[in-house]
């Protein structure tokens, strides 16, 4: 079983949709969690992280931890088709090095 | 800030043939990190450097592949010979004091 769950979709919205994307994780230990967008070709790109739980709110994006239920939770609200990547949800333990990445959820946004 | 910078973006090449891939790290940054990226398997961690030392290659999936730290500004990953099977986006990461990495553009490999 891997340490990061996520479902790979693909996920497809219309534009101004909110889209919610999930990932679970197995180790309680961890303390950071982090989501990254890929677009295609491109490397991935951090977009938002938290430490321990609770939310973080950046503009449309809402990152959300759950340390209860081992959740981890990114939302965007009013989507738009510049949103349209792959969105790789990350995990550490402090004083670690080593990510434990997600599988990525596809994401497009249609206009 | 220039962020990680990798080169060359492609690279094509027979299989057989010696593959180095490049990496300069954000300025600053004393953690170094290689990454392949396939489909089927998605980001796996190959190499960790901390202070151009290799702290932990359990990664590297063979002796084919190698990996150099000279300095804080530049690191090499290094196939030969290349197989076909090593086709995949490899990507360079940096951070600081071993939490947010922050990844390159990448380089895109092709064996023949």
């Known amino acids: 079983q891997k340490e990061v769950e996520q479902d790979p979709g693909p996920l497809s919205v219309p534009e101004g949709a909110i889209v919610s994307l999930n990932c679970t994780y197995s180790?309680?230990?961890?303390?950071?969690f982090m989501w990254y967008r890929q677009y295609s070709r491109k490397g991935p790109e951090l977009l938002m992280y938290?430490?321990?739980?609770g939310n973080k709110e950046d503009g449309r994006f809402t990152a959300q931890v759950d340390k209860s239920s081992k959740y981890i939770s990114l939302f965007i609200r009013d989507s738009q088709p510049s949103d349209s990547a792959t969105y790789l949800c990350?995990?550490?333990?402090?004083?670690?090095?080593?990510?434990?990445f997600g599988a990525g959820t596809t994401v497009t946004v249609r206009a | 800030d220039a962020g990680v910078i990798q080169s060359p973006r492609h690279e094509v090449t027979e299989m057989g043939q010696e593959v180095t891939l490049r990496c300069k790290p954000i300025?600053?940054?004393?953690?170094l990190f290689w990454y392949r990226q396939t489909m089927m398997r998605g980001l796996e961690l190959l190499i960790y450097?901390?202070?151009?030392?290799?702290?932990?290659d359990s990664g590297m999936p063979e002796d084919r592949f190698s990996a150099k730290m000279p300095n804080a500004s530049f690191s090499t990953l290094k196939i030969q010979p290349s197989e076909p099977r090593d086709s995949a986006v490899y990507f360079c990461?940096?951070?600081?004091?071993?939490?947010?990495?922050?990844f390159g553009a990448g380089t895109r490999l092709s064996v023949l």
């Open positions: 990461a940096s951070s600081l004091l071993e939490d947010i990495q922050y």
């Open positions: 180790n309680s230990a961890f303390q950071y």
């Open positions: 938290t430490y321990s739980s």
């Open positions: 990350a995990t550490l333990t402090v004083n670690d090095y080593k990510l434990s």
């Open positions: 300025s600053g940054h004393n953690s």
């Open positions: 450097f901390n202070n151009n030392v290799p702290i932990d």
